[in-house]
């Protein structure tokens, strides 16, 4: 079963530059590691168990899951990963709902330590990337990938919402009932003339919203190409307040 947001991938052309941002927005940032694929990571750990993957490339990697959402799309928000107790059984339920994805794979990654890292993950294709999770399920203790140093200078204790944008509300609904085996509820937002559904896994809420007319910054975002991950809101215990997407590597963030 799903059990909650494992993390959310932020990436950009440079580790270094994304690292320097974060750090300035109040994150306190740790050493990831190096996929044997072309990327390698730098991490976020939050106190709710979740984790923020700030990830470039350190070598031209074409054929990498992401390296078109950064070079072609504008990076930022990319993509996030649910964690489950029970990998297979999530995938099989992607698969009946015709989700474009990999069959799931064992990958790795080398932290700054040398420990070795490893899990079994999906890779969303297409139409889907960005607006259906990938799933993980660890190989090696979960507490081995996971920061530990979980405190920052700016109060983020965890994920509030991930706000998707979807061209098929219909299909987002039919995919994401299944597999969180409850039925999205209905939501409004007005400042972006949208509506949608949403759904609450654990201490976590994903929205899904659809623009309802041609004003709404969600059809153009939509039109053009964008990773589908519109915004992300971090609980905190401090002051609740905006960042615009220009101070953080492309991101529209909200502390709640």
């Not at 930022?76 to 649910?82: A, I, K, R, T």
């Not at 809420?205 to 915004?231: C, F, I, M, N, V």
């Amino acid at each position: 079963m799903i059990r909650g947001i494992d993390h959310i991938v932020i990436a950009g052309p440079e580790l270094d530059a994304l690292t320097e941002t974060y750090k300035l927005l109040g994150f306190n940032v740790v050493g990831g590691g190096k996929h044997p694929i072309g990327s390698y990571n730098n991490l976020i750990g939050l106190a709710d168990g979740a984790y923020i993957e700030l990830l470039s490339f350190y070598e031209e990697s074409p054929n990498h899951y992401w390296w078109d959402a950064v070079h072609s799309r504008g990076g930022g928000l990319v993509d996030f990963c649910m964690q489950t107790d029970d990998i297979r059984g999530e995938y099989e339920i992607f698969q009946a709902q015709g989700v474009a994805m990999s069959p799931l794979v064992g990958l790795s990654r080398v932290r700054v330590d040398g420990y070795q890292l490893a899990w079994l993950n999906n890779e969303i294709y297409g139409e889907y990337q960005g607006l259906i999770p990938f799933v993980i399920e660890d190989e090696t203790p979960r507490e081995e990938r996971v920061p530990k140093e979980n405190r920052h200078a700016n109060q983020v204790t965890g994920i509030d919402t991930i706000t998707l944008a979807a061209r098929d509300l219909a299909l987002a609904r039919r995919i994401m009932d299944a597999a969180l085996r409850q039925r999205g509820q209905p939501v409004q937002n007005d400042d972006l003339s949208a509506s949608g559904i949403a759904y609450q896994v654990g201490p976590h809420r994903l929205e899904y919203l659809t623009p309802d007319d041609g004003s709404s910054p969600l059809a153009a975002h939509l039109a053009a190409d964008k990773p589908l991950p519109w915004q992300i809101s971090f609980k905190t215990a401090g002051a609740a307040r905006s960042i615009a997407p220009e101070a953080a590597a492309g991101v529209r963030i909200e502390f709640v």
